[in-house]
């Protein structure tokens, strides 16, 4: 940076480029030719190709489509921004002392959020262009007006939202964040319905928008205390556009967003027995299921048993079924073996028993519910096939998956203990050669 | 000058993180029960590196942990690290538990019951004023209070030796005096500290013997009369006076 001609504007105008780049390097990683030829390139030839041909052979459904479709379908994309300062934590250390350099660049991290929306709003509007002129009868020019008019929604959402998360944090953010989202789409939908109604254009909505975003870009600008936040955004922004490429990689784990657990917030019993396998399975239950990346996993994996178990022919659902147990206690085996390796975890000198059996009765915890709901699935479909007696499978079919659940976490338990208890042979074994071979040498 | 009987002997031959790349070569030295050993040094002298050995967590180990107290001669590095309780520079914590959690973890682990758990750990909570934090994350706590609870976790287990790495770090004025007097508790108790410090005024304070650890062996150990005539200075000379003296670059080994 040269000290003499940087100024503010080229200061965030350089931090806009350099946060691309970043971008883009995350990208480069895993965007190869060999991606870009078989996966990329097919995806968007299969894709053109089937937008095009619905553009010109619309599908029955599409004359179903409401009028307000397209401003909602813009409105809810518009409606995921944030405000963008491209603040750096290092900042903190002179540059926030300068109000007149923070009030500037927080005044091009405007003009660059409003650009981002109109920019995706315009996108957003060209691929519903065909469908906007042909089935709705809109002009070019209202498309136009329509994608604006959206961008700036989007821009005062982003301020909205801005004051929302500096206001509250925890729990109490996350639903005033959802509170404000919801009212904002459901006023602009009921306001633009009524002025299509009146047959008014959408520049109206503009007259409140406009003043409205000058109004909140004043407010933001002489708002104080909000580096902090600032810097969680630019974080979580940066995070957003790699996420994609580094979700197999596990390692950024983000801290729970309230002072204390909403599940199980005073650490309450959930076995009665009180052994150390237990209380350790217990604690490692808690906390798989306050993580929520885990409870989406298990209601994707649950969704999955339930769509194979209902949907297969009956022979086939029986096997799905045990099958799918099977898969669920292997799961939850490598996530107790990722658990026990965090670094809290593995401080402590951990006991084989302990570990074994605290594992046991963790996936029981779990699995042993999802298998007797299978079970559940594949009673009821007995009853509504067969009828009568036949519906004594639903009472009878749980406890089977319960029990097929019980016996094969067991049977996994004593592979699991065998196979450690070798691999700490061989590594007894290996040490001592080559102690063996040191001494020798 | 404590003449018990060792706690724990430490000979350690040869160590470090790959094989054939030794970081630490003959460091030998002993801890008596109730005692206070400074493990003082240069940054990479290779104090972290005794530290990871005692807890087992080094890949390449050559050497013996002799506890004469209870008649063993060799202990299994596993069997050691449940003797030991750990207390880091930088606290560990688990982002999905509570406070009271990582205590309930510690305990299960350690074999404590749920009874000795609550009586334990209730004047810990008290003493540390974490006890209205009990249901919190430690991870939103700040760097003090997450040192408190490593704090709080060491002294729940009641191990024989306390590891612990920069004690003076993190900690505010009344959190250190805490800590000192919870430890002289342990000491009262038979438990041993090895504290590694930068802090040498303190550490000339408040331990009863020093180990100065020099590129990757032992410049000088025993007790400060000891650790002066090791660096030829006379009566009196501060303790990081004798450490500048046996840590400049060709005196120390």
């Known amino acids: 940076m040269s000290g003499g001609r940087m100024n503010p504007m080229l200061l965030t ?272 239950l808690r ?57 809290y975890i593995a401080l402590f000198d951990w006991r084989d028993e302990t570990l074994h059996k605290g594992e046991e009765s963790g996936r029981m915890g779990i699995g042993l519910p999802i298998a007797a709901f299978w ?45 450690a208890r070798v691999k700490a042979q061989l590594e007894a074994a290996r040490r001592t050669k080559e102690a063996e071979a040191h001494e020798a040498g | 000058m404590n003449e018990q009987r060792p706690l724990m002997e430490v000979e350690i031959r040869e160590a470090g993180y790959e094989s054939g790349k030794p970081i630490l070569r003959d460091v030998a030295f002993d801890i008596r029960p109730g005692e206070r050993v400074g493990l003082l040094g240069p940054n990479g002298a290779g104090k972290s590196t005794i530290m990871k050995g005692l807890l087992g967590q080094l890949p390449h180990w050559r050497g013996t942990v002799a506890w004469p107290g209870r008649g063993e001669a060799g202990v299994r590095q596993r069997e050691m690290s449940s003797r030991i309780a750990y207390i880091p520079e930088q606290p560990i914590l688990y982002e999905r538990f509570t406070l009271w959690e990582h205590l309930q973890l510690a305990a299960a682990v350690s074999g404590i019951s749920e009874a000795q758990l609550r009586e334990r750990s209730a004047p810990l909570l008290r003493r540390f004023r974490l006890d209205r934090a009990r249901h919190d994350y430690p991870i939103r706590f700040s760097k003090g209070m997450q040192q ?31 800590l000192l007097e919870a430890l002289d508790e342990e000491r009262r108790r038979g438990a041993a500290v090895l504290l590694t410090t930068h802090v040498l005024d303190s550490a000339e304070r408040l331990c009863d013997r020093f180990v100065l650890v020099h590129a990757g062996g032992v410049a000088a150990k025993g007790t400060l009369p000891d650790i002066r005539a090791a660096a030829g200075s006379p009566d009196g000379t501060p303790l990081f006076d004798c450490f500048r003296a046996l840590t400049t670059e060709g005196t120390g080994s």
């Open chain 1, 13 to 284: 105008l350089e931090r806009i480029v350099s946060f691309w780049r970043k971008v883009w390097k995350g990208w480069r990683l895993v965007l190869d030719w060999t991606v870009l030829l078989y996966i990329v390139l097919p995806a968007l030839w299969i894709g053109g190709g089937i937008y095009t041909e619905s553009m010109r052979q619309p599908p029955p459904w599409v004359d179903m489509i409401p009028a307000t479709t397209p401003i909602l379908v813009l409105a809810v994309t518009l409606l995921r921004g944030r405000l963008r300062t491209f603040a750096e934590p290092g900042d903190g250390l002179f540059l926030r002392n300068n109000r007149s350099w923070t009030a500037r660049m927080i005044a091009v991290g405007f003009f660059y959020t409003l650009a981002a929306r109109l920019l995706t709003a315009l996108t957003v509007t060209a691929v519903m262009l065909p469908l906007a002129t042909s089935r709705l009868g809109w002009t070019d020019g209202q498309c136009l007006i329509l994608a604006v008019s959206s961008a700036l929604l989007g821009f005062v959402w982003t301020l909205a939202r801005d004051r929302v998360e500096r206001r509250w944090t925890g729990w109490r953010r996350t639903v005033a964040n959802a509170t404000a989202r919801i009212a904002v789409l459901a006023g602009w939908g009921f306001g633009t319905g009524l002025l299509f109604q009146a047959g008014r254009p959408l520049l109206y909505a503009d007259a409140v928008l406009v003043p409205l975003a000058i109004w909140l870009a004043w407010r933001r600008l002489s708002a104080s205390g909000a580096f902090a936040h600032e810097v969680d955004v630019e974080r979580d922004a940066y995070a957003a556009c790699v996420r994609w490429i580094l979700m197999e990689a596990g390692e950024v784990v983000n801290p729970p967003s309230t002072k204390r657990p909403l599940l199980f917030p005073k650490s309450g019993r959930l076995f009665r027995r009180r052994e150390a396998r237990q209380r350790v399975a217990e604690l490692w």
């Open chain 1, 287 to 343: 906390a798989t299921l306050r993580d929520p990346s885990m409870v989406r996993s298990l209601l994707v994996l649950t969704g999955a048993g339930s769509a194979a178990v209902w949907l297969s022919p009956a022979w086939l659902a029986v096997i799905a079924w045990v099958g799918m147990v099977a898969l669920t206690i292997l799961w939850l085996h490598g996530q107790w073996n990722q658990w026990v390796t965090e670094r």
């Open chain 1, 375 to 419: 079970g559940l699935l594949v009673g009821l479909r007995f009853g509504i096939q067969h009828g009568g007696y036949g519906w004594l499978a639903a009472i009878a079919a749980p406890a089977a998956g319960w029990a097929i659940a019980w016996f094969a976490n067991a049977r996994a338990t004593d592979w699991y203990g065998m196979r």
């Open chain 2, 148 to 178: 408190k609870v490593m704090l709080v976790v060491a002294f729940l287990l009641e191990p024989e030796l306390f590891l612990v790495d920069e004690p003076f770090i993190g900690l505010d004025p009344a959190a250190v005096m805490e």
